[in-house]
């Protein structure tokens, strides 16, 4: 899916006449969001060389008797756009993503593309809690805040007033202080009363094509170029199969520093892309089940095959869903998890069951 300017029932304060406006609920859900501009007519976003491409596919792995499940109601603000968010991309498997989420957004003025992955943490299901209600406000308000933020600078016409360049909206967001940000969006959130997630958040910047990441747990992302990986985020635990986590703790709860990381534990990533690059983020249903080579080949087979590249990058993701899948039920075949346990002195063949997304984005550069 080539990125265009969505609307969303997301909350945003609508500037005028340099006035902050809190838009109320009916208005947000009712008619299209627009940026305000200090001239007569909108002005159309400006063309940029760099354009991006993405494809998103999710597994709910199998319901099992102990699952928690109480989602979100469809009419309520996470709910809907939950709801909008499954229904965009031509997933090839279950239209549940689990205890895992995703995002994908424009970011002001076309000026980037912002995308994550969450993974919530199924333990607190020995706690009466639904680990998807974490995951699923961590990334609405991920989205939320990267659509009134720019990837880099925010752009002003050096011709203008200086008054009229103030007027200009929205900050540079990077993906860590959007991280932060959207975590103490869920600590806000009163139907999430408890709750843990990975997280892996990346911007593009579609004008100096600059990636940018903040990654904290177990979920990540990996950067392909010319059939070859470049970079691979790599993941940070507490010791195996215990991630760092962001944690919101009940009121009834100690809390415990042991188990609750802040966004500023979160790795930080930035690089510069090139034409044909292609980002691969996942949740560790993805990591723990099949190993890099494998997720190289299978969109170096999806590249040969023809097709645009909305087309390729939808195609990626599903046949690596797909895959994983296979992978995580397989009894006898070594995998990532399997050969961590085995480096931990555990015995543990084939995969491991769990959900597993992965949203996939492939990058062209105009010449």
């Not at 929205?170 to 103490?184: D, I, N, V």
């Not at 009363?193 to 004008?207: K, P, R």
């Not at 985020?233 to 802040?262: E, W």
């Not at 939808?314 to 961590?340: D, G, H, L, W």
Request: hydrophobic share 35%; aromatic share 10%.
């Amino acid at each position: 899916m080539t990125l265009g300017l969505w609307s969303s029932p997301v909350p945003r304060l609508l500037t005028h006449k340099g006035i902050c406006l809190s838009a109320s609920v009916s208005q947000r859900a009712n008619r299209p969001i627009t940026r305000t501009y200090s001239s007569a007519s909108p002005a159309s976003p400006p063309s940029r060389p760099y354009q991006f491409h993405f494809g998103a596919s999710w597994a709910a792995k199998p319901p099992e008797k102990s699952r928690i499940h109480v989602p979100f109601p469809p009419d309520s603000t996470v709910g809907r756009w939950r709801d909008k968010m499954l229904g965009k991309w031509k997933n090839a498997t279950s239209g549940d993503a689990g205890e895992d989420f995703f995002f994908v957004t424009e970011m002001q003025n076309s000026s980037g593309v912002s995308f994550g992955v969450a993974d919530g943490v199924g333990g607190w299901v020995d706690s009466g809690v639904d680990p998807s209600l974490f995951a699923q406000t961590l990334m609405y308000h991920a989205h939320r805040y990267s659509r009134h933020g720019w990837a880099g600078e925010p752009e002003t016409d050096p011709t203008q007033e200086y008054e009229e360049r103030e007027r200009v909206e929205g900050w540079e967001l990077t993906p860590y202080k959007c991280l932060e940000c959207a975590y103490h969006g869920v600590l806000r959130e009163r139907l999430v009363n408890a709750g843990s997630s990975t997280a892996c958040l990346i911007s593009l910047n579609a004008s100096s094509g600059v990636l940018r990441a903040a990654n904290l747990g177990d979920s990540g992302f990996l950067i392909i170029r010319s059939s070859s990986v470049i970079y691979r985020q790599p993941p940070q635990t507490h010791f195996f199969n215990c991630p760092y986590q962001l944690t919101k703790f009940p009121p009834n709860m100690v809390p415990s520093s042991h188990f609750a990381d802040q966004p500023n534990r979160a790795a930080q990533y930035e690089t510069k892309l090139r034409d044909g690059d292609i980002i691969i983020t996942f949740t560790d249903g993805l990591s723990d089940n099949v190993f890099t080579p494998d997720i190289v080949a299978i969109c170096s087979l999806v590249a040969r095959s023809g097709g645009s590249e909305d087309v390729q990058a939808q195609m990626m993701a599903n046949r690596i869903i797909e895959y994983a899948q296979v992978c995580m039920r397989e009894r006898k075949k070594m995998t990532p998890f399997s050969r961590e346990a085995l480096r931990e002195g555990l015995y543990y063949r084939g995969g491991k069951i769990d959900d597993v997304t992965v949203v996939t984005a492939i990058v062209r550069e105009a010449v």
